[in-house]
């Protein structure tokens, strides 16, 4: 059992640096490291797949809190594009009056665009930018 263990814990150290430290399989590895020294002093292979779950999820309960809060500011780490959040912009064109979407220059950037439920704004109106969805501006008419 030996082999298996150091596979564990070599796949969640490689999963966990390939997702860049954001503690998704740190756990696993741990709950490997203390399996593998089961195998090690002879404990049963029984016991040591008990001991690899049990640490692996006694480890996960009592430090999750505490990783949440170490990776929060990580995910939430602004784009350039939420710069643009707040400023004004100038609808240049109707793509579809159907759908809504027309395009608008922001910072010397064009976008597509959608109201945030205000009517549609003609061409050379002003609007201001209230959030970014995928690849789309939401914009309210000022």
Not at 5 to 33: D, F, H, N, R, S
Not at 36 to 41: K, M, R, T
Not at 99 to 107: L, M, N
Not at 118 to 129: E, L, R, T, W
């Amino acid at each position: 059992m030996l082999e298996v263990w150091l596979i564990v814990i070599v796949v969640a150290v490689i999963i966990e640096i390939a997702t860049q430290v954001q503690l998704v399989t740190i756990w696993a590895a741990i709950g490997g490291i203390a399996a593998l020294i089961c195998d090690i002093f002879g404990v049963e292979q029984n016991i040591q797949i008990i001991v690899f779950f049990a640490v692996t999820f006694a480890t996960l309960a009592l430090t999750r809190p505490f990783a949440r809060k170490l990776t929060k500011n990580i995910r939430n780490t602004p784009t350039n594009a939420d710069m643009n959040i707040g400023r004004t912009g100038l609808v240049t064109k109707i793509v579809d009056k159907s759908t809504g979407v027309f395009r608008v220059t922001v910072a010397g950037a064009d976008w597509s665009a959608m109201t945030d439920g205000s009517p549609m704004p003609d061409v050379g109106a002003s609007v201001k930018v209230e959030r970014i969805e995928g690849v789309k501006l939401i914009v309210s008419v000022i």
